[in-house]
């Protein structure tokens, strides 16, 4: 009886697998009316999670399957969105905003979150290669005749607690790194221009009015002051509304 069980599990994970493949979609980025290449734009996946920065060329490449939605943002433009159909070059064409500021956003940290994530993933090489699942499908089959066999490594690291722990250590990763995303748009820098708070009542504020990491994603550097100018107000009104309270001890 387990032995059917364990046979069932193997031939669902397997059909999973041939209903749901990624391929290699590549693409480039435009503006939309002058029809140049725009650079360091951020390219993210809503299924997966992922997310990167194209080339100088304007150019990138990623994973995705039918149905995923891709999103792009750049500083100073709307954002665009595209859904993989069966093609494999998709075009972003990205709209500047119509209203204009001067840069006043000032980046806090050295290193940009694109950077810390890759440095993260280099430094914990192994956990990531461990807790991702992939394919679990070989060809070629065990005998060398063809067809599709099933690979014992893949489903040990789906199966395993060492599998599941390396997930759990990149989710952590991924956390962090969209927390980086939101304080390297959301500085002190910015917060102290627009408000003028600055020691504890600007990390009192900044704590408690922290906005969320798709709200940074899409949003331009108008969008972004106007949110501290409102909080702001709000904040003037009411400075414990969003308060942690403090830990007590047993």
Known sequence: ????????????????????????????VFDMNSKQRLTRVYIYNTRTGDGF?????????????????????????????ISIRSESTVLFYLKRNSIQLQEVVVRDSVQTPADQLKAKQEEFNTAYSKGTVKDVLTTGGSNGGGGAGLSINALYTLLSREGRNARLLQKIIERDYRDAMIDYRFTNTLINRVTGLNGDKLRDYKQQYKPGYYFILEANDYDLIEYIRKSYQSYLENPAAYRLEPLKGN
């Open 53 to 81: 920065y194209n080339t100088t060329k304007g150019e990138f490449k990623t994973n995705a399957r039918e149905g995923d939605v891709l999103v792009a943002a750049l500083q100073g433009y709307g954002v665009d969105t």
């Open 1 to 28: 009886m387990k032995k059917i069980i364990y046979i069932s599990l193997l031939l669902f994970i397997a059909g999973s697998g041939l209903h749901a493949q990624d391929k290699t979609v590549q693409g480039i």
